[in-house]
């Protein structure tokens, strides 16, 4: 599944990128381990308002992630940051996430002291903060995007591909909002914990990788 551009036959990037891109933005944005956070944060609310905090939570996080696809890389350069050096710190910022995953701690790099969830309805709006950031998109997505993106930044195509695998997570991710509690109550907590470590241990493979092609891009390794 993973890839060093350059080193493998073009057909094998072609039949593998796709894949490679969907699992990693879908295994970071992990919607199925905040499941529970889905519940907390979007309890006490009527029905109507539960679906307007969850539109809005994922047209912010599309948003936010196609500013990043477009002009990542122009962030980069401005900040004379190369590919390799933000493919190896993008990749250990993943493994850490991964390890969160695999220890089924709570995440780190996604939560932080994120406000009163017990405030009144009408004084509270969870959609941008914490729902769209930083929980569907965090700094972990943010990274792996701007590194899919900088790779890709002379392939039109690619960037294409990029930007719609990531609104396809967002919506997927939706849905499980939508679906949070009858999700939770069919696979109960301990499935939810088995998915996630899995998904931790792959995302952590795909980390390992990341970090490998940023040092071959850096020429410390060939």
């Keep these: 599944m993973f890839f060093n551009p350059g080193t493998v036959p073009r057909s094998y ?6 894949p490679t891109v969907f699992f990693t933005l879908f295994f970071v944005v992990d919607p199925l381990g905040l499941i529970p956070v889905f519940l907390v944060y979007l309890a006490g609310y009527r029905d109507h308002k539960r679906k307007r905090i969850i539109i809005r939570s994922i047209v912010i996080s599309i948003a936010v992630s196609v500013f990043f696809i477009l002009l ?10 190369s590919t390799g050096s933000f493919l190896v710190a993008g990749g250990i910022l993943l493994f850490i996430i991964s390890m969160e995953m695999l220890l089924g701690q ?12 017990n405030q009144p309805e009408e004084e509270r709006d969870v959609s941008v ?13 943010i990274a792996a995007l701007v590194m899919f993106s900088t790779q ?34 069919a696979l109960g907590s301990t499935g939810i914990s088995i998915f996630q470590k899995l998904m931790g241990l792959i995302l952590s493979a795909m980390s390992v990788q990341f970090i490998r092609n940023g040092l071959f891009e850096l020429g410390i390794i060939r």
């Design 72 to 81: 990542g890389r122009y962030l980069l350069g401005f900040l004379g940051i």
């Design 152 to 185: 890709a930044s002379d392939d039109p195509l690619k960037l294409l591909v990029i930007t719609g695998l990531s609104i396809a997570v967002f919506l997927l991710a939706m849905v499980v909002m939508f679906l949070s509690a009858y999700i939770s109550n």
């Design 106 to 117: 709570p995440s780190r790099v996604k939560m932080r002291d994120i406000g009163d969830h």
């Design 13 to 18: 990037m072609d039949v593998y990128y796709i």
């Design 129 to 141: 903060f914490p729902l769209a950031i930083p929980m569907l998109c965090g700094p972990g997505n």
